[in-house]
């Protein structure tokens, strides 16, 4: 990155704008784990990486990382990153932002001959979605040492595995557990996200400090009951799957409803699907989420309750797989009084949300501390093409990261 550009508005969107490029999606963005999208985001952050004077490698999962060494070298780091891959028809924010600003953030302090007291790490995780193998936070998971290896089994759309991709990706499945980091490398891991909510636009707050991250459950589910002809088969006599799952549906939004929580079905799909065949075979999944956990286990008791007794009484099968669960997850308070007091250090309000989100900070809270610097994002709006950050508040956020930086406080 060049010197003066560095922390400009306009480079780091222009740079963002190139990222969302590389998609496997020829009208939009979609860039999943372990695919040649991925190899080539990898390849173009590195170059970043190492424009800005650091140290570049990928680690045993595929995660791309620079060093910027303190003013000793071999110091524990500051991690500070994010996500570089995508649900399917992204947003171009929504990870990337994080990555890019950190990388911006390492360029000001080379482009000053500045060497902090600790080192630097900027990471781009491989996988934090989890679009192309359900389970999710692969990346954040396997540096934190909580990678559960029965992912490796775990299919995509085309029937290839975590571990073949791997493998075709350049990487040894039976390695993967180089990646972890010990206790004491890593004083603590920031990020800076989009909100992908609309508080900060409403308050007409660019930034605020997250205070905790809502805990997460994702399910797959399979109704099995008796394919039969369109035409022939009485409605009193049917096992039909897809109705089942789609009352299913219903329970599950008047589940959250009632327990004044979110519960999400994202996907849907009916196995041998025609137009004049009932339904035999459905699965779905089910993204449930609570800011404490004993508030998301009782939603997740209730909504198997439901599936399981309106199953019973249409006489159809039902499996829950348990596919993914992260706990609600505090951010460190002496991260959140630096970024207050980079905030003050600035001239802005300090504000302080909690995030419905998930992100790779969970993964991570397990390793060392982390903090979340949330930026405004027009709407809300994520998960969509329509999401949009202005460079001015792209370029405050990077600002506002840098000061946290280097003083972090741990
Ligand atoms: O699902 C989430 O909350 C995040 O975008 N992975
Ligand atoms: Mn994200
Ligand atoms: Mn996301």
Known sequence: MKTASAMDGLDLCARLDELA?????SDGLTRMVMTK???????????????????????????????????TPGAPALMVGSHLDSVRNAGRYDGPLGVIAAIASVAGL?????????????????????????????????????????????????????????????????????AKRQKGELLGYLELHIEQGPVLEALGLPVAA?????????????????????????????????????????AVEAAARQAGLVATVGRLDVKDAAINVIAGHVQFTIDLRAPRDDLRLALLADIEARMRGL???????????????????????????????????????AHHLASGAGHDGMAM?????????????????????????????TALGARLLLEVMRKPGL
């Open 210 to 250: 997250v205070t905790a991250i809502n805990g997460a459950t994702r399910l797959a589910v399979t109704i099995t009951g008796m394919a039969g002809h369109a035409g022939t088969v009485p409605m009193a006599g049917r096992r039909d799957a897809l109705a089942a799952a789609a009352e299913c549906v219903l």
């Open 110 to 178: 080379h482009a000053a001959g500045e060497r902090l007291a600790h080192a630097l790490e900027v990471i781009g995780f491989c996988d934090e979605e989890g679009t192309r193998f359900g389970a999710t936070m692969l990346g954040s998971r396997a540096v934190a040492g909580s990678f559960d290896e029965a992912a490796l089994a775990l299919r995509d759309d085309e029937g290839i595995s975590l571990a073949e991709a791997m493998t075709r990706f350049g990487l040894d499945p039976a390695r993967l557990g180089g």
């Open 37 to 71: 999208e991925h190899r080539r985001a990898n390849d173009l952050v590195a170059n970043w990486m190492r424009e800005a004077g650091m140290s570049v490698r990928e680690d045993a999962i595929g995660n791309i990382i620079g060093r910027y060494e303190g003013s």
């Open 365 to 393: 809270a397990k390793l060392c501390p982390i903090g979340m610097i949330f930026l405004r994002c027009k709407g809300g709006i994520s998960h969509h093409p329509d999401e949009s950050i202005t460079p001015e508040d």
């Open 21 to 25: 490029k590389l998609s496997c999606q």
């Open 311 to 349: 199953c019973a009484a249409r006489d159809v099968g039902i499996t829950i797989t348990r596919l993914h669960e992260l706990a609600a997850t505090p951010c460190a308070p002496q991260l959140i009084g630096s970024i207050d007091a980079a905030c003050a250090k600035l001239g802005l309000e």
